[in-house]
């Protein structure tokens, strides 16, 4: 149904977009406001000037044939519009209880549509009278008044200055000191900043915002993430009431503390796990402003890697990736290096696992060659350089050409 309104429609659209522009409109609903006035000024235009079912002056021609298509068109399009009113009736049903009066405005979409069907359908059923009784249409329309236009117009002012205010009201224009709630959806947030031990804000770093009232992949899909601007400040707008675990670098999504992220896993308040975390609440439809949450720096160890073929000659490029046992995923990535030396920086008192690998050029087509086995070690508190050598499986192969 949206994609007939749109098609047919089209003129309204085209004309609503500059004011729609104009208005930069934060809440989406309200676009239906400024398309349904639109749309009714189309089709009053095309009742007025097409009034006799899209027939000019002329001959009429098999008027019971035409009448009798017209007449189905209009009883299709009362069922359409039937159809409408009736699934928006359902969704009254299930989901409209202990909502306010102003969620009146989601109807709009449907009011649109069901409107224009019902217009429609008078204008075949006028147009198959029309045929019916075999009368002619006018040769000339009454013009629109100077007062008319008049009225038309202050409505339209009237109805663009109201939709600004209502947007305004039910989303504020953002402000990276607070974060924003959805009246309309009855939606929350979550706002705060982060610092390092010396007070000074984290910038560029992510943040999780995990919903404990959902588990296995709903937990994970339902998972919010943020980066901190700045200051350190982050925003977790538009969020659906419940309990949540604030982190950064959390165990279940992230790969652990590295060069680029090297704070350690914090949950909020100052919880190393998620068992100690201190719940965040988000209620409909208020604000959650916490204090600074401060995060720990770890301490890092080189790892001095060497990657070597089984006949002890080095590959002249090779990758390396490593795995945080604690967590999930490659502490940063693939790291490649030449001629088989190279160095990782990876934090101090976890285990992990290290392995290599070399891309042949094999005749049909790539062919990767892993280091065996993977290498399992830890790195230790304090400890300040680890030697670490991968063996890659088989000889010695042509490297497939990087362009």
């Not at 900043?193 to 992949?217: C, M, Q, W, Y």
């Not at 409909?284 to 720990?296: K, V």
Request: charge should be neutral; aromatic fraction near 14%.
């Amino acid at each position: 149904m949206p994609s007939i309104s749109y098609a047919v429609n089209a003129p309204a659209y085209v004309i609503s977009w500059p004011i729609l522009k104009l208005l930069h409109l934060r809440t989406y609903s309200l676009q239906y406001a400024v398309w349904f006035p639109a749309i009714l000024v189309l089709w009053w235009w095309v009742g007025t000037h097409i009034d006799f079912g899209f027939l000019g002056p002329g001959s009429r021609s098999w008027p019971r044939l035409k009448a009798g298509i017209l007449f189905i068109a209009s009883a299709v399009l009362v069922f359409l519009a039937f159809q409408v009113c009736l699934g928006e009736y359902r969704w009254v049903r299930d989901y409209w209880r202990d909502h306010p009066p102003i969620y009146a405005i989601l109807l709009l979409g449907a009011i649109g549509s069901t409107v224009w069907c019902l217009f429609f359908a008078s204008v075949f059923a006028r147009a198959a009278i029309h045929f019916v009784r075999h009368e002619m249409a006018p040769s000339k329309f009454n013009p629109v008044t100077y007062r008319a236009f008049l009225f038309c117009a202050t409505i339209l002012g009237l109805n663009v200055a109201g939709i600004s205010y209502l947007d305004h009201v039910i989303s504020p224009t953002p402000n990276p000191n607070y974060c924003e709630t959805d009246r309309l959806y009855r939606l929350g947030c979550v706002h705060g900043t982060l610092t390092d031990e010396n007070e000074r804000p984290v910038a560029h770093i992510e943040v999780n915002l995990i919903p404990t009232f959902k588990s296995g992949d709903a937990r994970r899909f339902g998972t919010k993430s943020e980066w901190t601007d700045k200051q350190g400040r982050y925003n977790f707008n538009r969020t659906d009431s419940g309990e949540y675990s604030l982190a950064v670098n959390p165990f279940e999504s992230s790969p652990g503390p590295a060069k680029e992220t090297p704070y350690e896993t914090r949950y909020y308040w100052q919880a190393d796990d998620e068992s100690g975390a201190e719940r965040v609440t988000v209620t409909q439809p208020s604000a959650t402003n916490l204090p600074p949450f401060r995060l720990r720096s770890s301490k890092f160890t080189t790892i001095e890697v060497m990657v070597e073929w089984e006949d002890g000659s080095r590959p002249m490029r090779s990758d390396i990736f490593v795995q945080n046992t604690r967590y999930w995923g490659l502490v940063g990535g693939f790291e490649e290096i030449e001629n088989g030396v190279g160095k990782i920086d990876l934090a101090q008192g976890f285990e992990y696992v290290a392995n290599a690998q070399a891309e042949c050029a094999g005749r049909d087509g790539p062919e990767q060659r892993l280091a065996t086995p993977s290498e399992k070690f830890r790195v230790a508190d304090g400890q300040t350089q680890i030697k670490l050598r991968l063996l890659l499986l088989g000889s010695p192969c042509v490297l497939r050409e990087v362009h």
